[in-house]
C-alpha cells in the first residue's frame, strides 16, 4: 500500500533549535509539496518540487526555512532556528504528472516549539 | 499569486440536513480538487474537476466546477455523522496547488 511517510510525527523543541523534518513521496511521484497547517492560516503552500528541482518556495520563510530534495525518494524541511509561531502541523503531500493530479499527504509532523 | 477563497468557514448542522461549501479562486484553474480531512487526520483526496461546468457524483456527494473554472462547490445530502470533517478544495494552476481555508462540518446526531 504505497503512502508518504513523514518523520518525526511529533517533535518538542526549545525555541532557537534547528529543526529537520523528512518525507518519503510514494515513488515514481515526480511532485513534491511542503505544507503547513494551523488553526490561524489553515493550509499553507510553503514549496513545492518537480523533478526535485524547487518550483516554488515563496511561501517559506527565506531567513529560516530551507527545503531541498537530495535525492527522489528524500525531502525535508528544515527550520533554523525555529520559533514558537513556527509550531503547526507540517505536511508533506507527493503527485505525479505536470497539470496537477490527487495530491496523496502523509500523516504530518507536529511541531510544538517551546 | 493565485488565491483560493473557501466559504462558510464552519457549518453546524442536523443529521439529514444538507451541506454546501462553496470555492471561489482569483485566477482560472487547470483543475480543481477537493480534499476531506477528519479531525486529527490528514486531507485525503476526494474528486477532481477538470472540465468547464463538470459535475461529478459520489453517492450523497455533488462536486460542480464552474463554467469561467474559478469557482466550484461541493454539496452533500442528507448528512450523516461520518461526514463531519473540514473540506478543501484546491485549485491547481499548472502544478501549483492552493489550498482554500476549509469549512469544518459537523453534525448533531
Known amino acids: 500500500d504505497a503512502r508518504v511517510t513523514q518523520t518525526p510525527r511529533h517533535k518538542v523543541t526549545e525555541m532557537g533549535q534547528e529543526v529537520t523534518m523528512r518525507c518519503q513521496p510514494i515513488?515514481?511521484?515526480?511532485?513534491v509539496f511542503w505544507y503547513r497547517q494551523t488553526m490561524m492560516q489553515g493550509l499553507e503552500l510553503l514549496a513545492y518540487f518537480r523533478n526535485r528541482a524547487p518550483l516554488d518556495d515563496s511561501g517559506m520563510p527565506k531567513d529560516r526555512f530551507s527545503a531541498e530534495m537530495p535525492d527522489a525518494t528524500l525531502a525535508t524541511l528544515k527550520i533554523q532556528p525555529s520559533e514558537p509561531r513556527d509550531s503547526a502541523v507540517y505536511f508533506c503531500?507527493?503527485?505525479?504528472?505536470?497539470?496537477?493530479?490527487?495530491?496523496?499527504f502523509g500523516q504530518g509532523t507536529r511541531l510544538t516549539v517551546v | 499569486g493565485q488565491q483560493v477563497m473557501q466559504i462558510p468557514q464552519y457549518q453546524h448542522v442536523q443529521e439529514g440536513e444538507d451541506f454546501t461549501t462553496y470555492c471561489n479562486s482569483s485566477t482560472t484553474l487547470s483543475n480543481i480538487q477537493w480534499y476531506k480531512q477528519r479531525p486529527g487526520g490528514h486531507p485525503v483526496f476526494l474528486i477532481q474537476l477538470v472540465k468547464s461546468g463538470e459535475v461529478k457524483k459520489q453517492k450523497r456527494l455533488t462536486f460542480q466546477f464552474g463554467e469561467a473554472k474559478k469557482n466550484s462547490s461541493l454539496h452533500i445530502t442528507a448528512t450523516q455523522t461520518t461526514d463531519v470533517g473540514t473540506y478543501f478544495c484546491?485549485?491547481?494552476?499548472?502544478?501549483?496547488?492552493?489550498f482554500g481555508a476549509g469549512t469544518r462540518l459537523t453534525v448533531k446526531p
Open positions: 484546491a485549485g491547481n494552476l499548472l502544478g501549483d496547488m492552493r
Open positions: 503531500a507527493s503527485g505525479e504528472g505536470q497539470m496537477g493530479t490527487e495530491a496523496f
Open positions: 515513488l515514481g511521484h515526480n511532485t
